[in-house]
């Protein structure tokens, strides 16, 4: 008896001088709960991709089991609907994809929530830009070229998007707009089946993530034109931007981010957006995203914010006439 309550007082001085020192002495009762990281596309994606890249590292930094759930449906936005219906308890996370928070409001016209008002805006996570790719014996070796022949066939250069509403669909139909030529769309679902029919031939061209498309670039299956950042790629540091190919006014780009429910707590949202800022910063993180053709983006949850409602405003005009159920 003795010997146990020796070692339950040395216990509790231990314990005493870890609190004093300002150390954790257990995980809390909120990490011992699990996370949901909503992805709102099928398994197999780049979103579900890269969100299975981010769950483990999350969960290391927060101490707590994070798990990825698909909730495909309404290109992206069912799993936002869902995060706005969940409680404000930093248990429910949505994985977004940039189209799904500034491109569908506009074309989803029973859309049951406003990304812009009924999501907390947590961290962003990275960025991408893309690359127009056209098949490898296409005539056309840059952009100018490439316009003029859809200036001299109207309605017959046809190009690719992983679905309507898609950031690649918006992207040509930005590319359409500004440089007053008439492209016909065809979506597809999803990126690769539209390269597949790039690389073949049925259609002239696609716009996709740099990343995705290099493997393409770099066989020689098709041919690149321009990148749609405002700087060359260091994936593709030979190809001009759509900028330097002659459309001064053109920048298209796309992220990810995290949101959570609304009312979601200040001191739940600093949390996160620190672990999410430390997932960042470790080199697993830098290594994938390098190799993915991904950009780090490490801010806080009002240049989030801020960066969607520029795109949202953006896509508005772009958008007119196009509409999903």
């Given amino acids: 008896m003795r010997l146990q309550r020796r070692r339950a007082v040395a216990a509790a001085s231990l314990c005493a001088a870890a609190l004093l020192a300002g150390l954790p002495l257990r995980a809390s009762a909120q990490s011992d709960k699990q996370l949901r990281l909503l992805v709102g596309y099928a398994a197999g994606g780049p979103v579900d991709a890269m969100a299975r890249i981010v769950a483990p590292l999350l969960s290391r930094e927060l101490g707590q089991p994070v798990i990825v759930e698909n909730k495909p449906g309404a290109s992206g936005a069912l799993a936002g609907e869902l995060t706005v219906g969940s409680a404000p308890d930093g ?3 949505f994985f977004a994809a940039s189209p799904t928070i500034t491109i569908v409001p506009h074309i989803h016209k029973k859309l049951r929530y406003d990304p812009a008002k009924d ?22 070796r840059s952009l100018d070229e490439l316009l003029s022949l859809a200036r001299a066939q109207p309605g017959q250069v046809f190009y690719g998007s992983a679905g309507v509403g898609a950031s690649n669909h918006l992207s040509g139909e930005l590319l ?7 492209l016909v769309h065809v979506p597809y679902k999803g990126n690769a089946p539209a390269m597949n029919d790039v690389i073949g031939g049925q259609i002239s061209m696609m716009f996709d993530i740099v990343g995705g498309a290099r493997k393409y670039i770099s066989a020689g299956q098709v041919r690149a034109i321009a990148v749609t950042s405002p700087q060359r790629n260091p994936m593709l540091p030979e190809v001009p931007t759509m900028r330097e190919a002659g459309l001064p006014g053109y920048e298209v780009g796309g992220w990810y981010g995290l949101y959570g429910p609304p009312k979601l707590p200040a ?11 430390k997932v960042l910063a470790t080199a697993e993180m830098q290594a994938r995203l390098a190799d993915l053709g991904y950009n780090a983006w490490s801010g806080t949850g009002e240049q989030l914010a801020a960066q969607a409602a520029k795109e949202l405003a953006l896509w508005g005009p772009v958008t007119k006439g196009i509409e999903i159920e």
């Fill in 119 to 140: 999501l907390t805006p947590v961290a962003p996570l990275l960025s991408y830009a893309n690359v127009l790719v056209v098949a490898k014996d296409h005539p056309a």
């Fill in 176 to 182: 359409a707009a500004q440089a007053k030529v008439k």
């Fill in 267 to 277: 001191a739940t949202v600093q949390r996160l957006a620190e672990a999410t800022r």
């Fill in 91 to 93: 248990l429910t996370v």
